[in-house]
């Protein structure tokens, strides 16, 4: 019992652990993937307290109150509604028993403690999540600029002397071509599945 309050008062109770493929069936975060939509998983950290899993589509959180509380929290975030920046990793000194890998989902960080000896696979996970922050960023740039030409377009349309009557039909289809535009567009530069990246950089 003193070796637990004093491992809980260290903080050492909640250093991760890399779980292997083999094992994901025995998480709890394994119930929660949506295999009918191909959702795969590629990573998964499990603490005492905590299992984040990485997939294809999302990264699942299953928050648990305390190390021994069986209550758990289930946080899901898909690609596509949450972007995905910030990334660090700060590595072990001697006399650390962890490694520690930082990112940020919107404005909330996440941080999470791994065994220092698993430090060869969480930098595959840190290459990951770099390059989708990345990608990420380069995609909302494209997005922004698309938005600005519209807005430009529109705006030396409106500007435009027409005598002939044609200019609510011109706008018409202005619009109608910037609805398709910008739809295609971000189905182009909102990527969802991050299946290829992990498959590059996870090698666990």
Known sequence: MFKKLASDALGLSDIGKIIPPSDY??????????????????????????????????????????????KRTLRRYPYMQHRISNVYLETAGKVDLDIEIKFSIDNQVISIDVKKDQIDQLK?????????????????????????????????????????????????????????????????????????VYEKYINN
């Open 25 to 70: 069936d025995k998480t709890d975060a394994d119930d929660y993937v949506m295999n009918e939509d191909n959702e795969k998983i590629y990573f998964l950290i499990k603490t005492k307290q905590d299992e984040y899993c990485f997939t294809n589509l999302s990264i699942i959180h299953v928050d648990g109150e305390s190390a021994v509380s069986s």
């Open 124 to 196: 595959d996970l840190y290459k990951a999540l770099l390059r989708i922050a990345e990608i990420n960023y380069e995609n909302s740039l494209f997005t922004d600029m698309a938005h600005t030409s519209l807005d430009k377009a529109a705006a030396i349309l409106q500007q435009s002397r027409y005598t002939d009557g044609t200019l609510d039909e011109t706008y018409k289809k202005l619009t109608e071509f910037g609805f398709e535009w910008l739809t295609s567009t971000k189905h182009k530069y909102h990527a969802h599945d991050f299946g290829a």
